[in-house]
């Protein structure tokens, strides 16, 4: 009688063993099946079929088809303004696409000394993967990175005063890139010949289709405009 009792209890046992088993293999089964978090389209795959692929091994990427975002690449200097700016614009292949900005990224690359923005489109969305460029209009005045030149290692550009030259530091100006500034609305701007001027040379005033050519003095003429705000453009986005 023990002895059939003890081959009862060994083989309830092995079936709660088996059950065990079961379950396991169900749970490991059930793993194989990927399912995506989200809807949208796989743009890269890293396995194959019948690969095994350990837990947390990265099998796929995808993309949302919804609530798309662009990224761009915003210098350092310039992102206290892209914030403040309107305006935001992505132009791909021709389109422009309204977009808004959603958060900046509170690190700077050390490198490129830029920050991320992220921003969310307002109406139609470009394609997945589209890269482009971004436009904004920037609070201020501004003027194009043309005018920009370097004076006892200072950059700064040039305007008129009283037919003579006048050399406007602007140390945090970038080279490349737009940079701003604060000027009465009368202020004259020399926009030509400003990369031969110094400090304190005489102009003259020339017609736009005039080459530079020489002021009394012998010093360089330039012509002289008014101020000219000029809009900011952000980096590659989208990628």
């Known amino acids: 009688m023990q002895a059939l009792q003890a081959e009862r209890d060994s083989a309830a ?9 079961r379950a396991v293999a169900e749970r490991n089964v059930a793993k194989t099946r990927i399912t995506a978090p989200f809807d949208g389209a796989v743009v890269e795959r890293f396995a194959q079929v019948g690969t095994l692929a350990a837990a947390g ?3 796929l990427r ?4 919804e609530g798309l975002e662009v990224e761009a ?11 403040a700016a309107s305006g935001h614009v992505f132009e791909h292949a021709g389109e422009e696409y309204p977009v808004t900005l959603l958060r900046m ?3 700077v690359d050390r490198t490129a000394r830029t920050q991320v ?8 969305a470009a394609p997945v993967g589209s890269a482009g460029t971004l436009r904004w209009e920037a609070p201020g005045q501004r003027l194009p990175p043309d005018l920009l030149v370097l004076r006892e290692g200072t950059h700064g550009f040039f305007v008129v005063d ?3 030259a006048r050399f406007v530091p602007v140390p945090e100006a970038q080279p490349g890139r737009a940079f701003q500034v604060e000027l009465a609305p009368d202020t004259r701007v020399i926009v030509r010949g400003q990369q031969a001027l110094e400090d304190g040379d005489p102009v003259r005033e020339a017609a736009r289709d005039e080459e530079p050519g020489v002021g009394s003095g012998d010093a360089p003429a330039a012509d002289a405009g008014e101020t000219r705000p000029a809009d900011a453009t952000g980096g590659g986005a989208g990628d």
């Not at 923005?117 to 139609?124: E, H, I, V």
């Open 105 to 107: 990224v509170g690190v």
């Open 162 to 164: 009283a037919d003579v």
């Open 57 to 59: 091994t990265p099998l």
């Open 62 to 65: 995808m993309v949302a088809s």
């Open 73 to 83: 690449s915003v210098q350092a200097a310039d992102a206290a303004g892209f914030a």
């Open 13 to 21: 046992a092995e079936l709660r063993v088996a059950r065990a088993d």
């Open 117 to 124: 923005a992220r921003l969310g489109f307002d109406g139609l």
